[in-house]
């Protein structure tokens, strides 16, 4: 069988590549072998993008169409698409009436601009403005938007103290240079990149944009994903029935016509700044701190860093660890130290609602089975939690049984409840991280390798990278398995694991996440009537990026030792599997400083359980470094 394929559209390059390459991250996020992806450059023009859009559809092996962030193209595009009887997901198309050619063949992401007219009005009043210019950058884009926005911010007489300028981030960035604005200065989205503070020149720094709640990346990998997990889970489907599985797969719901009837509101934000219009280091190869590896550890070090004013970058080979995670969160370890920084994390985030919904946090309650041996420990933490104001307590098996019938308790003597417990969603978690780095100033290096970490002059670090040197007043190691080969000696004791789980339907009464103390299985509920298990597997020193398709005979081995806990899971259709390489240490994860000169602090080696301990490990990673190299007190805020 030929695998679905997708068609990703979207300004691969161009004055718009800035905005492609939320596309392209998203699909490295959420690559997988059972859909395949192609790439097409419209380059944020309309002409190009009906270009595109006819080649596609005359293709014939193309399931469905991503991306079209150009509205102009992306209204061309509809019908042809509509023709073919191709879906289209549109993420970022955010033009009142793009989807009045689509036919029913499209499902928009975003609310349309006349909710970001009326969002940008409203924080121009809200910040005591009374009088205000409204200009556009010339484009068509550019003066549709400022239609709206007038019509919002009637003219008001009296000197003008705020500027609302519309069009793209190249259009309104050469404006300004042109012609500075006055006051306070308000840009549409097209703005939210980077880049166009380092166009438009530092005056611009201190001005306020509008975008997607959460901010784009994280839309457009929810529509990625929702696309992707049905195209993988039903490969065969296609059409509207495609498209009406992907509207059940998305975490909004959609308008007969396809306009989203609750998705994310529009905001208006600070405007996004590279680490050099925020520091005193200007060289593009010298930072305060340079972050090795962003999954949830390190990108959590690196976005409080940032937002404390440090100039920072960060280094990612690709998806590791966090990626292939259960992200199963709750506060009680056997482990004291484990223990201490999960109970911090849920202060920090688990046990709060906003917080944690940024990770993409599902609270379904957390379950520990435990054996005679675990009882007094579990016993004895229970305090600790109460302390922290987490709920918490000991249910014998009868009780277990009667609340979750499915389960079999063989050699179980009680279970740990935490109904404050749950999972979180990865991808969501690193995307919300992402963007806080990047919103503080943070650079992102992505698929780049360090491949050593030496003494430069003075007390400064070098990193030799595979596409060049970096120095770095200090260094944090948080690369998961890839972690030991940076610390050469002081990486002694840390082990790399094969980590094997499974997602299986499941269609029964609702679930908790569970640990099993006694057998070493654990399961969790998952979105779409699914159940993700794991079980330990005892394939040691693997390779760091030893990741790869799992064989048969070891999804049989994973269903025969979690049908222990779960018999149904013998027969449970499978839908997907996934190995992984994770970072196991004895009795203790390896976090702290291990040189002064230069100056390397490591949060490594979490043992299968670094999702709930992560908000707490950045936390202290951070604070560490900022007073080590005298950046002063963090403040107080989510890790």
Not at 54 to 73: E, K, L, T, W, Y
Not at 77 to 101: F, M, N
Not at 273 to 287: C, G, Q, V
Not at 341 to 362: I, K, P, T
């Amino acid at each position: 069988m030929n695998l679905p394929r997708i068609a990703v559209v979207g300004p691969f390059s161009g004055p718009r590549a800035a905005w492609g390459s939320l596309l392209r991250d998203a699909a490295v996020r959420y690559a997988t072998p059972e859909v395949a992806t192609t790439y097409f450059d419209d380059e944020g023009d309309a002409e190009t993008a009906v270009r595109r859009a006819r080649q596609i559809s005359r293709d014939g092996a193309v399931r469905a169409v991503i991306g079209h962030f150009n509205s102009a193209g992306a209204a061309r595009a509809l019908p042809i698409y509509a023709a073919a009887r191709l879906p289209v997901i549109l993420p970022l198309a955010s033009a009142a009436g793009v989807l009045d050619g689509a036919g029913g063949w499209a499902l928009r992401w975003c609310l349309d601009d006349r909710a970001q007219a009326d969002t940008l009005a409203d924080a121009v009043r809200a910040r005591g403005h009374r009088s205000w210019t409204v200009r556009d950058d010339g484009s068509a884009y550019g003066r549709g938007l400022a239609r709206l926005v007038r019509a919002a911010l009637p003219a008001a007489v009296g000197e003008p103290t705020a500027t609302v300028i519309c069009g793209t981030h190249h259009g309104v960035a050469s404006a300004l240079v042109a012609e500075p604005h006055h006051g306070e200065l308000f840009c549409t989205d097209d703005c939210d990149v980077p880049e166009f503070v380092t166009i438009a020149g530092p005056a611009v720094a201190d001005g306020l944009v509008a975008r997607v709640s959460g901010g784009p990346q994280r839309v457009v990998d929810d529509a990625f994903r929702a696309l992707i997990d049905t195209l993988a889970e039903q490969p065969l489907v296609s059409g509207k029935d495609l498209l009406g599985a992907v509207r059940a797969a998305s975490r909004i719901t959609f308008t007969e016509q396809g306009e989203p009837a609750d998705g994310p509101p529009w905001q208006v934000v600070p405007l996004v700044t590279r680490p050099a219009s925020r520091t005193r280091h200007r060289s593009p190869d010298r930072f305060d701190v340079a972050v090795v590896g962003a999954g949830i550890v390190g990108a959590g070090v690196a976005a409080r860093l940032a937002e404390a004013g440090l100039s920072v970058v960060c280094f990612d080979k690709g998806p590791g660890a966090t990626m292939n995670s259960g992200a199963l969160v709750r506060a009680f370890e056997t482990s004291p130290v484990m223990r201490a920084l999960a109970v911090r994390s849920s202060r920090l985030v688990w046990a709060d609602e906003r917080a944690a919904r940024e990770y993409g946090f599902r609270r379904t309650g957390s379950l520990v089975l435990l054996g005679d041996a675990d009882l007094a420990t579990a016993a004895d933490s229970l305090g600790e939690l109460a302390q922290a104001g987490l709920l918490a307590r000991l249910l014998p098996p009868r009780e277990i049984a009667g609340r979750w019938p499915s389960m079999s308790l063989d050699g179980v003597a009680a279970g740990l409840w935490e109904p404050g417990g749950g999972y979180a969603t990865p991808a969501a978690a690193i995307v919300s991280l992402l963007d806080r780095m990047r919103r503080a100033g943070a650079l992102m290096l992505t698929d780049r390798r360090v491949g050593r970490v030496e003494r430069a002059s003075g007390a400064e670090a070098r990193l030799i990278t595979d596409c060049g040197t970096v120095n770095a007043r200090a260094v944090v190691l948080a690369a998961g398995a890839g972690t030991p080969a940076l610390l050469g000696a002081a990486g002694a004791g840390l082990r790399s694991k094969r980590i094997t789980y499974a997602l299986f339907g499941y269609s029964g009464p609702p679930l908790p996440t569970v640990v099993d103390l006694v057998t070493g299985v654990w399961g969790r509920p998952a979105p779409d009537q699914s159940f993700l298990a794991g079980s330990p597997f005892e394939d040691w020193d693997v390779p760091a990026d030893g990741s790869s398709d799992v064989p048969a005979s070891r999804i049989a081995a994973l269903r025969r030792e979690t049908s222990r806990r779960w018999p149904w899971l013998r027969t449970a259709p499978l839908r997907s599997a996934t190995q992984g390489v994770d970072l196991y240490r004895p009795d203790a994860p390896l976090q702290g400083l291990t040189s002064t000169d230069p100056v390397t602090v490591v949060a490594a080696g979490w043992s299968g359980g670094g999702f709930k301990t992560a908000p707490a490990a950045a936390e202290n990673a951070a604070r560490l470094v900022a007073d080590l190299i005298g950046a002063g007190a963090l403040p107080e805020g989510i890790a």
